[in-house]
C-alpha cells in the first residue's frame, strides 16, 4: 500500500508553544557547556595531583567520582529538554516517508544483533517534521530495548493511514510491560519506573513522544497484549 497523507491544508499542524520552548531550549543549552565543565573537573583535579606526585586519597576520589556520575546525569536531563523544545520546531515540514525514517533510525541506533525485528510499514508519505518522526521511533526502539531482560527483545513495527487523515504507528515488543497504573504517569517529563541508579536515562522518552504527538494533533494510548506480557505503543499522528 502507498498512501500518501502529504500536503493537506486542511489539516494544520498545531503550532509548538515556541515561547517557552524557546526559553527551555536557551537555558538547556547554556547550562549544558557548564556541566560538561563539571563533567571534566574531576580529571583535571586527578591530573593536576598526578603532575605534583601527590596521591590522591580513597575518600577524596570517591568523591571526584560522585561529582563527575551527578554531572552526566544532569547532562542526560539538559539533553533531553533540549531535544524537548525542538519538537515542531527548527525543522522543515515535508513530506516523508516513514519506512525511510524507520530504516535510518534503525541504523543510526546500531541495534544489538539479538534484537528481532518485524516491520510492516506503508510505504506512503505524511507531511511533519523528519526529526520528530525520527524520534517517535527512536524512543520506541530504544525502551524496547533498554528494558528488555536480555537487551534482546523481538519488537514488531508497524505503521499505516487511519480514518480521518491520520496515521497509526505500533510498536509492540515481549519485554516487562508497564502496569495499566502507571501508564499515565511514565508519560510525565522526567519521571521512570525504575531508580536512575539502575537505569541512568532521564525520563523523558514517553514525554517527548507524548509531545510529538500532541503537535500532529493526535495521541499516545498503551494497548493491553493478549499474551500478558510486552507492551504496545500506539501513536496516531493527524498529518497531512
Known amino acids: 500500500m ?17 515561547e517557552t520552548d524557546e526559553l527551555i531550549y536557551r537555558i538547556s543549552h547554556d547550562l549544558r557547556a557548564s556541566v560538561r565543565a563539571l563533567q571534566e573537573l574531576p580529571n583535571w583535579v586527578v591530573e593536576d595531583l598526578d603532575a605534583s606526585s601527590i596521591a590522591v586519597p580513597k575518600p577524596t576520589s570517591r568523591h571526584l567520582e560522585l561529582i563527575s556520575s551527578h554531572a552526566c546525569r544532569l547532562d542526560l536531563m539538559l539533553t533531553g529538554l533540549l531535544e524537548y523544545s525542538r519538537i515542531g520546531r527548527m525543522q522543515a515540514i515535508q513530506a516523508i516517508r516513514p519506512r525511510d525514517v524507520l530504516e535510518d533510525v534503525i541504523e543510526d541506533l546500531g541495534l544489538p544483533e539479538q534484537v528481532r525485528l518485524s516491520i510492516r510499514m506503508d510505504n506512503g508519505r505524511v507531511q511533519m517534521g523528519d526529526a520528530d518522526l525520527a524520534r517517535v521511533f527512536s524512543v520506541l526502539l530504544i525502551n524496547a530495548v533498554r528494558f528488555h531482560p536480555e537487551n534482546a527483545p523481538k519488537i514488531e513495527i508497524g505503521g499505516g493511514p487511519a480514518t480521518g487523515r491520520k496515521w497509526v504507528i505500533t510498536v509492540t515488543d515481549d519485554g516487562p510491560g508497564i502496569p495499566p497504573d502507571q501508564r499515565e504517569f511514565v508519560q510525565r517529563p522526567m519521571t521512570k519506573l525504575v531508580s536512575r541508579d539502575v537505569d541512568p536515562g532521564a525520563g523523558m522518552g514517553l514525554a517527548i513522544l507524548r509531545k510529538i504527538a500532541a503537535t500532529y494533533g493526535g ?13 504496545c505503543v500506539r501513536v496516531t499522528l493527524a498529518v497531512n
Request: glycine share 6%.
Open 2 to 18: 502507498n498512501a500518501d497523507l502529504s500536503f493537506d491544508p486542511s489539516i494544520p499542524v498545531v503550532e509548538a508553544e515556541s
Open 219 to 231: 495521541s499516545v494510548e498503551f494497548e493491553d497484549i493478549k499474551s500478558g506480557q510486552g507492551t
